[in-house]
C-alpha cells in the first residue's frame, strides 16, 4: 500500500459515488437535508485535483494529505468523520504492507470516527456499515483468510449491513430529528460508506493495485 494505491481506492469511491449521486440525494433528502452527495463528490473532485502529490507519497502521509483535504472542502458531519477516518488509518503502522496490517489501520479509521461521532452500531449513521466491516476484515485477516477471500467477503457484509440500516430509528445526526419518521429510509452515510467499500474492494480485486 502506498500513495498510488490510496489514489486508486479514491477514484473508484469517487467513480461509484457519481454514478449513484442521485440516490444518495434522494435518501439525504429523504431523512437529512439533502447535502450529503453534494458534499461528498466536492471532497473527491479536490482530492482528484491533488493526484500527484498523493500519488508521491507513502501510504500514512497520503491518507494524511487526503484527510486535510477532506476536512477543509467535504463539509457537513461527514468531513470531520472521514477526517477521522483517514487519520486514524494514517497512524497505524502499515509498514509491513499485509493484509493484516491494513485491517488494522481500517479498524483504527472505524475506531476514531466513533470517537469523533461519539456513535457505535444501532444508530443508524455510516457506523452501522463500517463497524462490520472493520471486525469481518479484522477477524478474517486474524484467520489468515486470503485476500481474494476478503475482498468478496467485506462488499457482501457491507451492503446486507446497509440494507438493515432501513428499519432502524436514527438516533444521532440530522435523521434523529425525524424521530420514528427516520425509519423506512436506508442511511445516506450507511449507503456512501458501503458503495465506497465496493468499489475499492471492486477495484483492489482486479489485482495490479
Ligand atoms: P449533515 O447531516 O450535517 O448534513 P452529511 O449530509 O454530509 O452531514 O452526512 C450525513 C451522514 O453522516 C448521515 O447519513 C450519517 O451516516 C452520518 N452521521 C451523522 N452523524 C453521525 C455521527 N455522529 N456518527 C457517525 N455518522 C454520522
Ligand atoms: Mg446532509
Request: hydrophobic share 50%.
Given at each position: 500500500m502506498n500513495g498510488k494505491t490510496v489514489m486508486t481506492c479514491i477514484d473508484a469511491a469517487h467513480a461509484s459515488l457519481k454514478e449513484h449521486a442521485d440516490e444518495i440525494a434522494s435518501l439525504d433528502q429523504a431523512i437529512g437535508d439533502g447535502d450529503h452527495i453534494i458534499n461528498l463528490l466536492r471532497g473527491m473532485g479536490a482530492l482528484a485535483g491533488m493526484r500527484e502529490q498523493i500519488e508521491g507519497e507513502s501510504f500514512a502521509p497520503a491518507l494524511k494529505l487526503a484527510a486535510t483535504k477532506v476536512l477543509s472542502t467535504v463539509g457537513g458531519s461527514s468531513g470531520p468523520l472521514f477526517f477521522s477516518m483517514l487519520t486514524g488509518m494514517a497512524k497505524t503502522p502499515t509498514d509491513d504492507a499485509g493484509v493484516a496490517a491494513v485491517a488494522r489501520a481500517f479498524a483504527a479509521g472505524v475506531d476514531a470516527v466513533g470517537q469523533r461521532g461519539k456513535t457505535g452500531i444501532g444508530s443508524k449513521t455510516m457506523m452501522d456499515v463500517l463497524i462490520p466491516v472493520a471486525e469481518r476484515f479484522t477477524a478474517?485477516?486474524?484467520?489468515?483468510?486470503?485476500?481474494?477471500?476478503?475482498?468478496?467477503?467485506?462488499?457482501?457484509?457491507?451492503?446486507?449491513?446497509?440494507?438493515?440500516?432501513?428499519?432502524m430509528l436514527a438516533t444521532k445526526g440530522r435523521a434523529s430529528f425525524l424521530g420514528e419518521r427516520s425509519r423506512g429510509h436506508v442511511d445516506p452515510g450507511a449507503r456512501s460508506s458501503q458503495l465506497m467499500i465496493e468499489a475499492v474492494c471492486a477495484r483492489l480485486a482486479q489485482g495490479d493495485a
Open positions: 478474517m485477516a486474524d484467520a489468515l483468510a486470503s485476500k481474494k477471500e476478503i475482498l468478496e467477503a467485506l462488499p457482501r457484509i457491507a451492503e446486507e449491513s446497509m440494507l438493515a440500516t432501513r428499519d
